[in-house]
């Protein structure tokens, strides 16, 4: 790790150290909500009195949720790029860190802040940043670094690396090194393999997409019987993937390949690291890093952070009753979005594919929509989602997608929306990859020609003829 950005995490812990009373305001997403628990219990281990204000975006509205009282201000997953808000609501660089991985704003007030990016570090999430600011806070806060784990992979840090690298996985060995994550290096690359039945897991993978398999839980299920190898438990339970002793994920595996072969498609996809949690349950989503990061996630969406946050902190009762009710609803919802912006179909444009979805979803769930559609729609364009915002009918809120292949051809997401929000008088911001944005609802199609300019522009100044 750089002088430069362990002097930032030394320097956050310390201003903590120094504050008896402290507000931690996060997003409410899962990278938001693991980052605020690693904050909450290391500054509760501290004996500094915290409570957690959580919102969906940072913009004046929301503003009025933060103190303006003699605590320290955490803001964590958010905050770097609305520094200018800060300032606006009368808040002083002394009471204010910022615990971010967003692209930062320039701002006359020097708000102390702990960001990735600043030092090259483009994978990895808030809940990483958080953990190192606990663990140098306490060593013994190195039990958090499975909180850290599950934002990176959250915030799909792992996505299209099939891993964690970097600081990322660095953090992933700590807990490895702790003993409560299981790092499985070439397991398989599939949602679901602490939960499901190994044919409803193969069924709902299409990245890669297995002819036969993929969309097809009868199909893998024939593939299965085929391979002679035990699926249901004695007491006639299917097995979930994880439960399948080694010689049997290699015989599944084998097939798998020589399926992919077949078709003539690439076979690396069919791979990626996995994070595992031996000290939690077996067959419950909490056992797996990207299944927890999906419960964090449907908690936040529906409104409920704070059950998630629960969760997080261990409580494995009535919030877990709660949030895994949430879960299972979250999925429902998800795939009647996925169903219908496949078959209601998207505008295509030269350079981006959309959709208004209207009041039909809530806002908080589309951009899931549209990173799942991706794969399914025409992955070598953007796809933006257009849907009303549940509380300013006047407002759309914007959620756009992408993968490696494009950011690789110079797309940036972040860039566009934030060029095109602004104007039309509305505000973007997020990632490479994923970005958001909120605009007034009489501009959407002017807007999306705006993106579309954008994104050609883009690529006509990084690519040459073969792009």
């Known amino acids: 790790?750089?002088?430069?950005?362990?002097?930032?995490?030394?320097?956050?812990?310390?201003?903590?150290?120094?504050?008896?009373?402290?507000?931690?305001?996060s997003h409410i997403d899962a990278d938001g909500i693991s980052s605020e628990a690693i904050l909450a219990q290391a500054l509760a281990r501290e004996g500094i009195t915290a409570r957690s204000v959580f919102?969906?975006?940072?913009?004046?509205?929301?503003?009025?949720?933060?103190?303006?009282?003699?605590?320290?201000?955490i803001f964590v997953d958010l905050g770097a790029g609305q520094q200018n808000l800060l300032e606006e609501h009368g808040l002083d660089a002394g009471e204010v860190l910022i615990v971010d991985h967003h692209v930062s704003q320039p701002c006359d007030m020097p708000y102390p802040q702990v960001n990735c990016l600043d030092y090259g570090h483009q994978k990895l999430s808030a809940a990483g940043i958080a953990y190192l600011i606990a663990k140098e806070m306490d060593r013994s806060n190195i039990d958090l670094a499975k909180l850290a784990v599950v934002g990176n992979v959250g915030d799909m840090m792992a996505r299209e690396t099939r891993g964690l690298t970097g600081l990322a996985r660095e953090i992933a060995m700590e807990g490895v090194a702790y003993g409560n994550i299981i790092v499985r290096e070439r397991d398989l690359n599939c949602y679901g393999t602490s939960t499901r039945p190994v044919q409803v897991c193969l069924a709902y993978s299409d990245d890669p997409y297995i002819p036969g398999i993929s969309n097809s839980t009868a199909g893998a299920l024939r593939f299965l019987q085929k391979l002679d190898v035990a699926l249901r438990a004695d007491g006639g339970r299917w097995y979930v993937w994880e439960e399948l002793p080694m010689e049997e994920k290699r015989t599944i595996i084998s097939a798998l390949v020589q399926q992919l072969v077949a078709h003539g498609k690439e076979t690396d996809r069919l791979f990626a690291e996995t994070y595992l949690f031996p000290d939690e349950m077996e067959r419950t989503p909490l056992r797996n890093a990207s299944e927890?990061?999906?419960?964090?996630?449907?908690?936040?969406?529906?409104?409920?952070?704070?059950?998630?946050?629960?969760?997080?902190?261990?409580?494995?009762?009535?919030?877990?009753?709660?949030?895994?009710?949430?879960?299972?609803?979250?999925?429902?919802?998800?795939?009647?979005?996925?169903q219908y912006i496949l078959e209601t179909g998207v505008t295509e444009l030269s350079h981006l594919q959309y959709i208004c979805t209207g009041d039909r979803f809530p806002d908080t769930i589309i951009g899931i929509g549209a990173g799942m559609a991706l794969s399914k729609l025409n992955w070598q364009k953007p796809i933006m989602i257009l849907g009303d915002?549940?509380?300013?009918?006047?407002?759309?809120?914007?959620?756009?997608?992408?993968?490696?292949?494009?950011?690789?051809?110079?797309?940036?997401?972040?860039?566009?929306?934030?060029?095109?929000?602004?104007?039309?008088?509305?505000?973007?911001?997020?990632?490479?990859?994923?970005?958001?944005?909120?605009?007034?609802?009489?501009?959407?199609?002017?807007?999306?020609?705006?993106?579309?300019?954008?994104?050609e522009q883009q690529l006509a100044e990084t690519c040459q003829d073969d792009c």
């Not at 919102?55 to 201000?73: C, F, G, I």
């Not at 934030?418 to 944005?437: D, K, L, T």
Request: charged share 25%; hydrophobic share 40%.
């Open 1 to 25: 790790m750089e002088m430069g950005f362990s002097g930032d995490v030394r320097r956050a812990a310390e201003t903590i150290r120094a504050f008896d009373e402290a507000t931690i305001i």
């Open 55 to 73: 919102v969906r975006q940072l913009e004046p509205m929301a503003m009025r949720h933060v103190p303006t009282d003699s605590t320290l201000k």
């Open 292 to 338: 927890y990061a999906t419960l964090l996630n449907a908690c936040g969406r529906w409104a409920k952070p704070r059950i998630g946050s629960s969760v997080c902190r261990g409580d494995r009762g009535t919030s877990y009753q709660e949030a895994e009710y949430m879960l299972r609803h979250h999925r429902t919802i998800i795939r009647e979005l996925l």
């Open 389 to 455: 915002v549940t509380d300013d009918p006047e407002i759309a809120k914007v959620s756009m997608r992408t993968n490696e292949w494009a950011l690789r051809r110079g797309i940036d997401l972040q860039q566009a929306l934030m060029v095109a929000a602004e104007e039309v008088g509305g505000a973007g911001g997020g990632h490479r990859i994923a970005a958001g944005a909120y605009i007034p609802k009489t501009v959407m199609e002017e807007f999306a020609d705006r993106v579309n300019s954008v994104l």
